[in-house]
Every structure is written in structure tokens, then in C-alpha cells.
């Protein structure tokens, strides 16, 4: 009875309110159009220059990499026309010492072999063609123009995007650190080095990869106008949405086209409210702040996002299984414990390690609907190392992971509500009835059971959007930086 109890007070403490819900989008839409209007604000709101999302019928061939972590990815997109497409891919891990190297030349000279590796194994015709031709045709960097691969380069680090195929390193994260690149345009960098070998392929495009997800589902949907907002809730949590131009009021450094009349804006909404105005905080947010590297950022990231989650479920578990007054992962009758009191809990768990948990077992402990809990107690011994978990014990783990999942879905519905609001989509009267297109990725929205049906009911209770949440429809889209980075090409090229 006294597990029920302390679970229930925990499970208040993560409750997110229909007003709460509500306050946070009011919130959210100030700080949009505070970032839309100047820079250092909470909300980013970076302009991509991308003033064109596809609409499925683009067609050609184009090329993609992805420099974001411990890999390098390398691609070929075949774009059929008919809202779908073929690609083929070579991924290899980089180096430790060009992540570290003396300067940006020795890692971006690494990447353009890796890209002529790609041609010579994959595209080789074409390649010995455009080599062919190189030598009988006098285009500046002697290819014609229609033979050469446009490429879209996703580049997942902090840059200060000044034209479609232009943008300075602000700094390095990820264990990367070559002093060198920083202040540099990183497609001038990795130009210089495809030229030196004489690839006939052009960066067309720096792409994030919340605007890939973006395109990539802009081009897959079946919605024929198209998907207003790409998301991303896996490790961390970002959006990409289309603004009104005329809503844009910092100035651009660099040319765009802006017939549209539209930009694809990246909001790096993983800092939204950093000032805690609306967003909720319990006293375990506030722990796993203090053990952050980041403390005082990324504030709304912390409470949605893939690589939090976990944490704040450690933190919660550790102080139920401390407390004296419950039974909770504690065996009375225990002769096998080894740290002299009645734990299960082997010394070695992942719960005893700063962000040792992984958000996944949120997933499992979700999906389990067994009457014993099976899948979710197996789980709980092989993941976390806890002894014979016992059924009631379980269910309150259950109940909590539960609660930290749905504050997590409807702060993710504050975002998708915003946004969508602000596009003034529901109530144009062009699309009445229509349903507006939203695109998602991430392992957390791809894997945890009903995130998205919750997002959806959060929404309904929304004012301004309330029954027309059904309209609303959130899509699952993968290869972003892939697919969505070779579509940024084609528009790119599109407008050369
Ligand atoms: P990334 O965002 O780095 O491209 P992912 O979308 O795969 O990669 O997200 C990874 C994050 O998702 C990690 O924080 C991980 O803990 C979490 N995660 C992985 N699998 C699951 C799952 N089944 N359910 C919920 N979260 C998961």
C-alpha cells in the first residue's frame, strides 16, 4: 500500500496539465516570433535559405553525405518522380585521429576519398564518363554542368548558415576538436578537397537534419501539399517548419529566392524556454541539470528528448528504492544481496551509473501489457541487473516510466501545436477539412508505444486547434539526411 502511494505522488509530480499544456503553446509562440525577430533568443530560429519544400514529382540523380558523429555516410539518391526513390549507401567510421586532427584540411581531404571511393564502386560508368569528358570539355572545373553529381552535405554540428551552400563553424561537439575549421565555411572546405581530386560533384547544399526530414517526407507523403514541419525526437529533439517570409524579420546575410514567398526556418526548439517560464521542473529535472554538461541549455530538451529520459527514470527509481518507508526493488528475505541491506539490485546496475539507463526500457515497460509483467521484469534483470523484480515493483516502475513518457509527448505536442498554429494551416481556407502533414523521426517516436496518440490527444485539448487535431496528421520519416539532403540538392540546383 505504501509503494501505491509514494508511486502515485511521483506520478502527480510529472502531471502536465490541459492548462499547463496550453500556457507552454502561448509561450512557445512568443518565443517563435521573439526569434524571428532578432538573434540570441531562446528559440533559435535559424533560416536555412531553402524557400521550396518537393512536392513528390522531383526526378534525377544527386548525391548525400552526412557527417554527424562517429560516421561517415555516402549516398546516391535516384529520385523517381512518383513520390519515391532508390538510393544506395557506404558508411564508414571515421578515424579517432582526423577527429582531433591539426587542421580541417587532413579530415575533409579523408571525406572527399571516401566520395570518389563511392563514385569508382557505384556510379563508376558515370565516372569514367565525366572523366572522359573532362578532358575534351573546358567548363571551369572542366565537367559540363549537366554532368555533375549536386550533393547535399548534412553536417549535424553548430554552424551559422549564411546561403544555401554557405555556413561557418561555431564550434565542434561530439568528441570532435580541430581549432582549425572553426570561423570557416565547411562546404568551401569539403569543395576544395572534391576538386583536388577532380570529382565532378558540387555542394549544393548544407543541410540540418530536422529540414531533411522535412523534405524527405514533403516528397514521400501521399499529402499533395506537402508537410509543414519536420521533427525529430531521438537522442535530442529539433524542428524544422515553413515560415511566411514576410514573418521574417532579422535581416539574411546571404541571397536567397524568394518568389516562394516562403523559408524553411530550423527553430532549435531544444532551447525553447531555457528560462523556465512554463516549462515544469521536479526535483529530479533538477538533479539530472546539476549532472549535466550543459547546465542552465537545451531546458526543454532535457524533459522530451531520447538521451534524458532514461536519467530522470534512474533518478526517480533510485530515490523509491532508498526510501525507508517502502519496499521497492528490496528483498526482506534476500541471502544473495552484496551490499549488506535488502537491495535486488546488483552494485554493478546501470542504475547506479550517471546515465546508465537507456530510454528504451521506457518502450518495453510501455508495450507490456502481460498480466505478470513478464517482458518488462526480464528486461529489469538482464538491463538493469535488478534480482527477480517483484510484481508489484514492477508495475510501479511501470507507472513511473509511464508518467515521465506522457509529460514528455505532451511537451512534444506543445511544439507540433505551436508550430502548426503559427502556419495558420487549419484555417486556410484552401485546405478545408484537408489534413496538414507533419514529419517524425527519432527512435523515441519510431519505438515508444502510443507517443503519438498522445501527442495527438494533447493536441485536441489545444485551444485554436482542439477537433481538428485529427487533422492532423504525424508521419513516421526516415533518411533525412539521406533522401531529404539529396531533395535540398535538387532544389538548390534548381535555382542556380
Ligand atoms: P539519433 O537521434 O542520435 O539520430 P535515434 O533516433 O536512434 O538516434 O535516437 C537515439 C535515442 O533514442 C537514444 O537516446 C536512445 O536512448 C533512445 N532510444 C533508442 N531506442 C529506443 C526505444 N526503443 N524507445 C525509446 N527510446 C529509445
Redo the contacts with the bound molecule.
Sequence with gaps: MALEAETQAIVDQFEFSDDDVNRAVKEFLRQMDEGLRKDGTSLSQIPTYVTAVPNGSEKGLYMAVDL??TNFRVCSIQLLGNNSFRHTYNKVAIPKHLMVAKTAQELFAFLALEIKKFLQEHHNEDFEHHIRRRMTVSAPEGFRDEHIFRMGFTFSFPVKQVGINKGTLIRWTKGFDIPDAVGKDVCALLQEEIDKLHLPVKVAALVN?TVGTLMARSYTSPNKHGSILGA?????TNGAYIEKLSNLKKGLAGEYDDTTGHMVINTEWGSFDNQLNVLPTTKWDDALEKGSINPGYQMYEKRV???F??EILRLVTLELHNNPNVSFFKDENSSFNDRGSVTVIDRDSPLYKPWGV???I???AEADHDPELSALRQSLEKDLKIYAPAYEDALAFKRISHAIGRRAARLAAVAIAAVVIQTGKLDDPELLGEEIDIGV????V???PGFRSMITEALKITEGIGESANRIKIGLTQDGSGVGAALIASVAASME
Design positions: 554527424g558523429g537534419d525529430i525526437f531521438g537522442t535530442g528528448s531520447g538521451m529520459l532514461g537507456d530510454t528504451s521506457m518502450s518495453t523521426d527519432g527512435s523515441l519510431e519505438h515508444y
